[in-house]
T-cell receptor, first 112, second 115 residues
Framework: GNSVTQMEGPVTLSEEAFLTINCTYT??????LFWYVQYPGEGLQLLLK?????DKGSNKGFEATYRKETTSFHLEKGSVQVSDSAVYFC???????????FGTGTKLQVIP | EAQVTQNPRYLITVTGKKLTVTCSQN?????MSWYRQDPGLGLRQIYY???????DKGDVPEGYKVSRKEKRNFPLILESPSPNQTSLYFC??????????????FGSGTRLTVV
């Protein structure tokens, strides 16, 4: 079946540090890949996406590159801010399937 | 503003007392879905709907019902809530089934406590 594995959190970083949150996937076929962010007390918001191999999704300073050879979609940001503190979910979706498969989420805490 | 609206945001109820969590979207999306979020388990799909009058079970449908009489509304019904249904619930919608290119728009969540 399809699955998404994320690094366990929480991840604690100082402001302006470099962020990487690892995500790998297993899928039958060629999925679209997504990162969602959940700020405290809110629903999930789509952060970025990539729909084919070697695509790079980017938004709000975050980036992730669809790596088919390593089945990965790691989230990166060069300089995190306190306002980036949230839970980040990696997810995949396959054409013809009705469901999005989510990872378990990685909590990021950025301290001043 | 394009959005998915859930109500209520917080709900405390007693075991066995029927309740409904409402979900409405204003984007003319065909696809709607309910998820529950639990610590360490991530998001698990409860039910989904491909369009009006078309609903189907997700991964954890036991104890829940849904209906899709209108395109914009997708209520979640707990006929006889139990404490193991204490959770954070999210409604989500997407332009088309499959979400392959579009991703979801999520509601703000409903935190349900069953005592």
């Amino acid at each position: 079946g399809n699955s998404v594995t994320q690094m366990e959190g929480p991840v604690t970083l100082s402001e302006e540090a470099f962020l990487t949150i690892n995500c790998t996937y297993t899928a039958t076929g060629y999925p679209s890949l997504f990162w969602y962010v959940q700020y405290p007390g809110e629903g999930l918001q789509l952060l970025l996406k990539a729909t084919k191999a070697d695509d790079k999704g980017s938004n709000k300073g975050f980036e992730a590159t669809y790596r088919k050879e390593t089945t990965s979609f790691h989230l990166e940001k060069g300089s995190v801010q306190v306002s980036d503190s949230a839970v980040y979910f990696c997810a995949l979706s396959l054409e013809g399937y009705q469901k999005v498969t989510f990872g378990t989420g990685t909590k990021l805490q950025v301290i001043p | 503003e394009a959005q998915v609206t859930q109500n209520p945001r917080y709900l405390i109820t007693v075991t066995g007392k029927k309740l409904t969590v409402t979900c409405s979207q204003n984007m003319n999306h065909e696809y709607m879905s309910w998820y529950r979020q639990d610590p360490g388990l991530g998001l698990r799909q409860i039910y989904y709907s491909m369009n009006v009058e078309v609903t189907d079970k997700g991964d954890v449908p036991e104890g829940y019902k849904v209906s899709r009489k209108e395109k914009r509304n997708f209520p979640l019904i707990l006929e006889s809530p139990s404490p193991n249904q204490t959770s954070l619930y999210f409604c989500a919608s997407s332009l088309k089934p499959g979400n392959h290119l579009y991703g979801y728009t999520f509601g703000s969540g409903t935190r349900l406590t069953v005592v």
